[in-house]
Nanobody, 114 residues
Framework: QVQLVESGGGLVQAGGSLRLSCAASVTIFRSNVMGWYRQAPGKQREFVARCTPGSTNYADSVKGRFTISCDSTKNTVSMQMNSLKPEDAATYYC?????????WGKGTLVSVSS
């Protein structure tokens, strides 16, 4: 069974930074997709960033502020979040697409005070 454990969430002031990390319980290959989604209260879960073979993709709302990094040697995906805004506040979920299935972590809460 694939397990994903996120860490690094917390409370930060607007303009501050946080780094999220996610560790997978299984071997992740470069061919697998890893990434982050987020869900704010009362809103749908939305795409934030992902690593695909040979590239990274970002939602327009976070381009230039967030940086995702996927390490297949350590089975981890991290995301550096800079210049945080109140609208970035949400629960952030790690995901992995592996062998045709998508696996989700339980989420880590990011709060941003204005």
């Amino acid at each position: 069974q694939v397990q994903l454990v996120e860490s690094g969430g917390g409370l930060v002031q607007a303009g501050g930074s946080l780094r999220l990390s996610c560790a997978a319980s299984v071997t992740i290959f470069r061919s697998n997709v890893m990434g982050w989604y987020r869900q704010a209260p009362g809103k749908q879960r939305e795409f934030v960033a992902r690593c695909t073979p040979g590239s990274t993709n970002y939602a327009d709302s976070v381009k230039g502020r967030f940086t995702i990094s996927c390490d297949s040697t350590k089975n981890t995906v991290s995301m550096q979040m800079n210049s945080l805004k109140p609208e970035d506040a949400a629960t952030y979920y790690c995901l992995v697409q592996l062998l045709g299935s998508t696996y989700w972590g339980k989420g880590t809460l990011v709060s941003v005070s204005s």
